[in-house]
Structure formats: C-alpha cells, structure tokens
C-alpha cells in the first residue's frame, strides 16, 4: 500500500482522516482508488474532463507529479502521495 | 552602495548581534537599513513579520490594510493590545512599531490594496511580503510582483496548517524561480475552502509562519544562506509534520511562461468567481430583515420561524432560541423550514446564513428567507449587551 496526505480543507470529505492508504500502481490508479473510498472527493480534485484542479497540486515524495510522469508516474510499496490545495488565511 | 550607510553609537548598540554573527555582520546590517519591504495584511502573520523586521532594523517597512482592530484579533495578532479595539490596524502598528524602533521609518497606506492601486504601492518597495487571507488579494499580489519584477515572501495558513515560500526569486545563478501561479494556476471555487473566520485558525500558527517569513524576508535582503525558492515549506501544527517540496516554473503561466497572455492586473473579485457579472444575472438576491426589526416581530409573537445555521458548539456559546440547522448539513433539513411564513435564518456574521439562503433558492424555491444582518454578532451588539461574542 501507499499513503495519500489529506490536507485540513479537504478531510471534511474523508471522514476527517489525516492520511489514506491507497493500492500502489500510478498516481492515478492511487488517487482514483482513494476517490472510490471517498466518492465525493472526486469532484474536487478533477473537473468535468477528469483533469486535476487548477488549486490543487499532487506529489509524490518531494516532487510535483507534472516534474515526473504526471498521472502515469509509478507508485510503489511505501511512497507516500501528497495532495497540496491553495488556502489563503492569514490576516483574519 | 552599502557602503555609504552610516548608524549612530545607538544603533551599533541595538544591532550588535547581527553585527557579531558570522556572514551575516555589518555589511548585512546596511542592506537592512537600505531596504523596503511592504507588508501586506496587518493581521496574523503581520504582527511577527512586522515586529521582527522592525526590530531588525529594516530601513523603510510599509503597511497595508483597510481594517480596524477587533477584539477577536487578540488572540492571535500580537501587535494589538485592547487599547487597540476599533483603531485602524495601520495607525495602531505603525505606534507600536516606532515605539521599538526608531530608526525605522513606518509607511502606513490605510486602504485595501486593489487592482488600481496595487502597481503604485507596490513599486516604491523591493520585497513584498504577503500575509493577507483571501484569495484575489493572494493573486493581486503575486501578479503585481511579478509585472513589477519583485520577490514575494508568501506564507498562508488554515487551520493547523500553514505553507511557506519565496516567489519571484532569481537567485545567485540569475535563475527566476516560480511564483504563485506556477504552483496554483487557479483558484478554489468560492465556498470550497472557508475562511478563518468559518474555519478557525490556531493562535499560535500565525505567530511560526509569519516569524519564517520574516527569516526568508532578511534572507532575500541580506543574501544569507539559501531562501525557499523553487520549495514549498508545509508545516502542520496539529501533527508537527513538516514536509519541504519541490516547485518549478511552469511554460503555462500566462505572466511569465512560454507564451504570456496577462501583461496587466485583472478583475481579481471575477477570477476567484466572487461577485462576478454572471453570479448576479443567474442568483435571486437575498432579502435581509437587521436585528431590531426582528427583536420587534419577537416581542409582538409574529409568526416566524428562525433558523440558526451555525455550528452546535456556536449554538452553546450563544444563541437567540432559534432552530439549529447547520449550513454543512441544512439539506437534510428541508422539510423542517416553512415555506408558508417569514423565515429568518442567521449565522455569526451574516455570511454563511446569506449562502444558505441563495442555496435553498436556487435549489429548492424557497421565497420566503430573509438573512439576519450581521447576525447574532449584530445582536449581541444592538438588542442584548449581556449576550457572550465570540
């Protein structure tokens, strides 16, 4: 298994889990498998033509996937998967 | 040209720490006291920002902000005290700041920044730190910086979480790094991401991510060791888990890609999806009743149903007797709200009650809603003095 990092704004829809263990593969076979555990995530992280979020970015270890193989970039036994959405706070 | 600054017996005495530090010393002192830096939001990550860069003796430090001290700042924007309540946040920073400092000159511009005057305000500085709390500012910011060639030390927090970085950096090598839209090319749909004020924010957070921003502020100035440019620093406060990430240009982005699109500022409200021209076509608008025309139907038994959309432990802090139906579930709710009489429905603010409200009409042909101004903070204020606020 691999480990997706759920950040604070999105854990609403993972029954606020910090962290989700996902079958190996690609990053996309990860995520999608993450998004059957947590159907309505799904409409966050992909828009209408299944392409990632202009908000959100995805990594693997330390590296944004776009800088791999994108989607079809491997994942293996331990990687961990991070999910990085824009949040603003600060002044309030 | 560094060295041409002079400091007086005094200000040797003050900054003789850096002085004494390796690497950093007196010629790292002068290009403080030579630079401006703008920080924009007087706020969380403002007030340790702020502090710490006037007691470093940067020489020129500018503030922005159109807001005004309240007192659930305090618990975390560490440069107000209560004598601070209801005084312009820039007023009240610049006092404060010329009280630690004098050697520095405070540059207070007592107004939001906007798209008009965000390339005039910005241009007089040579770093930009963000610290504001909403994303058109964060966009503004970053596009201004960019057209006018500045670095934005960029740090945001939500929750128990916070991120960091420098953008706009070009570092020994003459290399540009990334910027905002590098690593965000779009923003959130409005409603997906709440605000502090909706979601809380830890008191303490500001206080560490703003405090690294101010490192990487006098880094950026000074040249001392390596900024956070092409990383992304993530800390999260709940866990202590701190992650560092690679970021890097992208040949999309419409300032500075292969194929620039964007050679100006933009209406920032309409790309965040804010109050743009097509919202206000397709959403009825939302009928409002303030609080003293309710306290009136209240005391003459009207007939009228009030709804509280906020959440339970905001019902026990204080609440006026009405029905709670939290805005993340009000759907399950539907039949419970009357389709046959006035309904008030109210929040803390009157920003989450005024989203149900357009919800339950666009979706369900509610006509009947009316959003209480202000909220129960308007109550608290106007109708019941004695009522706790929070």
Same mark, same amino acid.
């Given at each position: ?6 950040? @604070? ?63 079809? @970039? ?5 990687? @961990? ?12 | ?56 003796? =940067? ?52 107004? +939001? ?30 596009? +201004? ?9 960029? +740090? ?9 970085? =420098? ?109 743009? +021209? ?11 009743? !303030? ?11 009207? !007939? ?87």
């Amino acid at each position: 298994m691999a480990k997706i990092i759920i950040p @604070t704004p999105l854990r609403k829809f993972t029954a606020n889990q910090a962290a989700v263990a996902v079958k190996e593969g690609t990053v996309l076979e990860s995520i999608k498998d993450l998004t059957t555990q947590f159907p309505e995530l799904d409409k966050h992280l992909f828009d209408e033509k299944q392409a990632l979020r202009g908000f959100v970015r995805i990594f693997l270890g330390e590296d944004d996937i776009e800088d791999l193989q994108g989607n079809s @970039t491997a994942v293996n036994q331990g990687d @961990t998967i991070s999910i990085i959405p824009a949040i603003a706070g600060g002044k309030i | 040209m560094s060295t041409d600054v002079k400091f007086s017996p005094e200000e040797l005495a003050r900054y003789s720490r850096h002085i004494i530090l390796p690497d950093f010393n007196i010629e790292g002192q002068k290009k403080l006291k030579q630079a401006k830096v703008l920080v924009v939001g007087t706020g969380g990550l403002g007030a340790p920002l702020l502090l710490y860069l006037t007691a470093a003796g =940067v020489g020129t430090i500018g503030l922005v902000d159109f807001d005004v001290v309240d007192d659930s700042n305090l618990q975390r924007q560490v440069l107000f005290t209560r004598d601070d309540i209801g005084q312009p946040k820039v007023l009240a920073a610049k006092k404060r700041l010329e009280a630690l400092n004098p050697y520095v000159k405070i540059v207070a511009h007592q107004t +939001a920044l906007t798209s008009d005057n965000a390339l005039d305000i910005i241009n007089d500085y040579d770093v930009i730190a963000d610290g504001t709390d909403n994303f058109p500012t964060r966009y503004l910011v970053n596009d +201004a910086c960019v057209l006018l060639g500045k670095v934005n030390v960029y +740090a945001s927090i939500y929750r128990f979480e916070g991120q960091a970085t =420098v953008f706009n950096y070009t570092d020994k090598n003459g290399e540009l790094g990334p910027n905002y839209r590098d690593l965000f090319p779009s923003p959130p749909p409005p409603g997906l991401v709440p605000s502090c004020a909706e979601g809380g924010v830890i008191g303490v957070l500001p206080g560490i991510l703003g405090s690294l921003q101010a490192n990487e502020v006098i880094k950026v100035i000074s040249g001392v060791g390596e900024t956070l440019t092409g990383r992304l620093f993530l800390f999260d406060a709940a866990t202590f888990e701190t992650r560092t990430l690679k970021i890097k240009r992208r040949k999309d982005n419409p300032l500075n890609g292969e194929h620039p699109t964007q050679t100006g500022l933009i209406d920032y409200q309409q790309f965040c999806g804010i109050g743009g +021209a097509e919202d206000h076509e397709e959403k009825l608008p939302v009928k409002s009743i !303030n609080v003293k025309q309710l306290d009136s139907l209240i005391k003459q038994k009207a !007939n009228i149903q009030i709804v509280d959309v906020r959440e339970a432990y905001e019902y026990d802090i204080a609440n006026i007797h009405g029905e709670l139906m939290p805005k993340s579930e009000v759907t399950n709710y539907i039949q419970k709200i009357a389709k046959d009489k006035q309904v008030v429905v109210h929040c803390r603010s009157g920003k989450r009650s005024s989203d149900v409200i357009e919800l339950l009409q666009e979706k369900y042909g509610f006509e009947n809603l009316y959003n209480l101004e202000g909220g129960i903070l308007a109550w608290a204020k106007e109708i019941d003095q004695t009522m706790p606020t929070y």
